[in-house]
């Protein structure tokens, strides 16, 4: 054996595997970005509630509110926030107990006689997991007061106004939070008491910690017992405006992929009943016995994804970026979001030119390689795959938030677009999501990685191999099963088409939807 292959099989693929399998387990010890999500899908159907169209009386309208909110929106957000409050919780009491144990096992490590090297990006330092830790759990005990304030209205908005006296008290006894949080717990138990009690500056609190639904709601309150009719009209027309803007918003995240899911759904029907009815001949069975001519092995395969995917992404590039200029923590969005576009290009052209490098001495390659064909019907293919990608990826991931109640972690690009509302940073995020990635991933998983495959598995077999390689390589374990069952039809379509086209604009819809979901649901 070379001393290349000793390298490549005992050297970088144990480092490589040890790095994702850390990751994967440090995701594990994280919340799932769909909580929050559901949050903000929560806080604009509380605003929907309060829309009036002119026309009052009208049935159909009515009923078209109600298919949109439910019958019962203030119910079914209190539970939203319980359940929210609840994980929350679960994890800050995780968090403070890695922070016990890490400061346990400072008091009793020596220090050492010299200073250590600095540990690669990618290798956190006991130091740096700390103050990590140590953020995360501010962020958390903030996310909590938060969801404390706002559950707290809820429950007097349906009279439950001893409840509600009791967890805002809770928050006010609790020291580690910030005072403008108690303020304002104090504020809304004076408004809701009976006989009502007006703190001096109520309105400021109020106006800074609140916000959307909540924050219209309080004021309302406010202005009624201060009799300032000018103050409570002017809320009222607000609160209908944001109340008709988040009835569209609730409209388009909810229909648009609804109906993209039935399409797909009746898709997988017809596709399912022409295979059993025409066997051989059907659109599924296209394809699907051919494997690829391979003239590589298995090393070839892995020095591709070893050297050119997780090197590059979990070593060489971190530590470029980290020894660029950059003023750290990385405020700005904008500089962000341009973080995150430097750092996957540089990811990419270093896994393409590796990719390149390894399969240079067998070219020219054989017939349906890397495929890119414009005059085919790849554009049918991409939009018929997303459409039945669509259900069998919201029932997976239904089974999949069952299995992990929560935890498992998610892509921090999907929290960054969520909150970002800035115009620049948000065509940065799409370029990287909805252009660079699909071109990249595609070519890598699809276009490399699955025919390989072939060599030495059959086509459904290599389908699903590389579809749960693709899924691990996210490294986030709650989203692994889902990213798995999407990786299956880009890898049905792709193998059935044999053109990269039509994954990439499979691929290219997923991440725009997801995108447009968010820049939405964040929008205010």
Same mark, same amino acid.
């Not at 929350?88 to 009793?108: P, T």
């Not at 709601?217 to 202005?223: D, H, I, M, P, Q």
């Not at 990826?393 to 498992?408: A, C, D, E, P």
């Given at each position: ?226 009799? &300032? ?45 022409? &295979? ?94 890397? &495929?890119? &064909? ?151």
């Amino acid at each position: 054996m070379t001393l290349k292959r000793l390298v490549l099989f005992f050297v970088m693929t144990p480092i490589a595997v040890l790095l994702a399998v850390s990751a994967l387990f440090g995701s594990w010890q994280e919340p799932q970005f769909q909580s929050r999500l559901e949050l903000y899908q929560t806080n604009i159907a509380l605003q929907a509630q309060a829309w009036q169209s002119e026309d009052s009386g009208d049935d159909k309208l009515q009923a078209i509110q109600e298919a949109i909110l439910g019958e019962q929106p203030l119910e079914s957000a209190t539970k939203q926030y319980q359940e929210a409050r609840q994980s929350v919780q679960a994890n800050l009491d995780k968090v403070n107990n890695k922070l016990a144990q890490l400061r346990s096992q400072a008091e009793i490590t020596p220090t050492p006689p010299k200073p250590l090297p600095d540990a690669p990006p990618t290798i956190k330092t006991p130091k740096q997991g700390q103050q990590q830790l140590q953020q995360s759990f501010k962020q958390l005990q903030k996310l909590l007061a938060e969801l404390d304030l706002r559950l707290g209205i809820l429950q007097a908005q349906q009279g439950q106004t001893d409840t509600a006296f009791k967890t805002w008290s809770e928050l006010q006894q609790r020291s580690d939070i910030n005072p403008g949080f108690g303020e304002t717990a104090a504020v809304l138990t004076g408004l809701w008491s009976n006989p009502p009690r007006i703190l001096p500056n109520a309105q400021e609190p109020i106006q800074k910690n609140l916000e959307g639904w909540f924050r219209s709601t309080a004021l309302v309150k406010l202005y009624q017992l201060q009799q &300032r009719q000018d103050a409570l009209l002017a809320v009222k027309a607000a609160q209908q405006e944001s109340s008709a803007q988040a009835v569209v918003k609730l409209a388009v995240i909810g229909t648009i992929p609804t109906l993209a899911a039935l399409i797909g759904l009746i898709l997988l029907i017809l596709l399912f009943a022409q &295979r059993l009815l025409k066997g051989k001949a059907s659109l599924l069975a296209q394809n699907a016995d051919i494997p690829w001519s391979t003239p590589w092995g298995g090393e070839t395969v892995l020095q591709v994804f070893i050297i050119g995917f997780f090197f590059m992404g979990q070593i060489f590039v971190p530590l470029v970026i980290s020894l660029l200029p950059i003023p750290r923590p990385i405020v700005d969005v904008r500089l962000q979001a341009f973080s995150v576009l430097v750092s996957y290009f540089l990811v990419a052209l270093g896994a393409l030119l590796v990719l390149y490098f390894s399969l240079k001495r067998f070219f020219p390659l054989p017939e349906f390689w890397f &495929r890119f &064909r414009f005059q085919d019907n790849w554009f049918l293919w991409g939009l018929g795959g997303y459409c039945t990608a669509l259900p069998v990826v919201v029932v997976v991931s239904l089974i999949n938030q069952q299995l992990w109640q929560g935890q498992g972690g998610s892509n921090p690009l999907l929290q960054l677009a969520l909150e970002s509302q800035d115009s620049i940073a948000l065509g940065i995020f799409f370029s990287t999501a909805a252009i660079a990635a699909p071109f990249f991933e595609e070519i890598l998983f699809r276009g490399f990685l699955l025919p390989s495959l072939t060599r030495y598995l059959p086509v459904w077999g290599s389908i699903l191999i590389s579809s749960l390689l693709f899924a691990i390589a996210h490294l986030s374990l709650s989203e692994i099963l889902p990213l798995t069952a999407l990786g299956i039809v880009l890898g049905v379509v792709y193998t059935r088409s044999r053109n990269l086209l039509a994954p990439m604009l499979l691929h290219s819809l997923w991440n725009s939807g997801t995108l447009l979901s968010l820049f939405i649901l964040g929008s205010t």
